[in-house]
């Protein structure tokens, strides 16, 4: 079974710094909106993850683990069989300790980083990783070894780990943690054109009501979502179609979910259909 959630992670309980948690989920999911309250670290277990936020989506496998220091995301989970449950574990940590980390160790943070900041960090494990993971579950598993001093060992223990083995990765996120409002909602904007996502959600990665994203996108782009998606998607199809592609090939790469919704969208705004399009 498929189904779609409204989360919030980690919930209104949990009232310190730093919070380690196993999750785990028996069914698949798509497209659950996620708000977390803290910052945190995925490390995957079992099953594979897409993350939609202001970036270009990101894909999980079992052989990766991210850092997610979005606010809002839609997240798809998949488990890697039907009898499998989607599993990770998550290590929640807040603006503060993330801070701390920062000015301790600036002597190591690259102060000209060539890399943009991203919300969402994603690394593959190596045999370090692996055994960074397995040191958490063993903390799981026995609570009274969890306290916050120890998991605030194990956070700096990992960043700084990641510090000299990503240096580019983290300097970029230590040196960039707030962005102008403009660049990062036409960048949510740009980076899931092609995605399938609705106002709705797009609203929600920008962490505002619908009625405000539609104000915030008229001053920006000076049209409305609808009419500029619909001429963006096209632009896209178009250019595939002088290339040679073929319209059962293209309506996916534009966004469309069907080739008749495609071609008639073509055809509105083009005057003709796109198998009568001439090839540049």
């Known amino acids: 079974m498929t189904i779609k959630k409204n989360i919030v992670l980690p919930n209104a309980d949990v009232r310190s710094e730093i919070f380690l948690m196993l999750y785990e989920n028996e069914n698949d999911t798509i497209k659950s909106r996620i708000n977390f309250r803290q910052n945190l670290f995925s490390f995957l277990i079992d099953g594979r993850k897409e993350i939609y936020n202001t970036q270009n989506p990101s894909f999980l496998s079992g052989n990766e683990f991210a850092l997610i220091t979005a606010p809002n995301c839609l997240m798809t989970e998949k488990r890697s069989s039907p009898g499998e449950h989607y599993k990770s ?31 969402i960090l994603i690394f593959s494990y190596d045999n370090y990783g692996l ?40 300097s970029a996120l230590l040196n960039n943690r707030y962005h102008e409002h403009e660049l990062v909602f036409k960048a949510t904007i740009e980076n899931n054109l092609y995605s399938q996502l609705d106002v709705e959600e797009l609203a929600f990665l920008c962490n505002m009501s ?48 069907t080739l008749s919704n495609f071609i008639k969208a073509y055809k509105a705004h083009f005057g003709e259909t796109p198998g009568r399009r001439k090839k540049v």
């Open 131 to 170: 055994l960074f993971r397995s040191s958490l579950d063993l903390l799981l598993k026995n609570k009274h070894a969890s306290g916050s001093e120890l998991l605030k060992t194990k956070f700096n223990e990992i960043m700084l780990y990641l510090l000299q083995s990503e240096p580019e990765k983290i």
């Open 89 to 119: 574990i998550l290590l929640f940590f807040s603006n503060k300790i993330l801070d701390e980390f920062k000015l301790k160790h600036q002597d190591l943070i690259q102060k000209n980083s060539s890399n943009s900041p991203q919300d």
């Open 210 to 257: 619908l009625s405000t994203f539609k104000r915030y996108f008229h001053l920006y782009y000076n049209t409305s979502p609808r009419k500029y998606f619909i001429h963006r998607k096209l632009e896209i199809a178009d250019y595939l179609l002088k290339k040679g592609e073929r319209p059962k090939d293209v309506f996916q790469k534009a966004g469309y979910k």
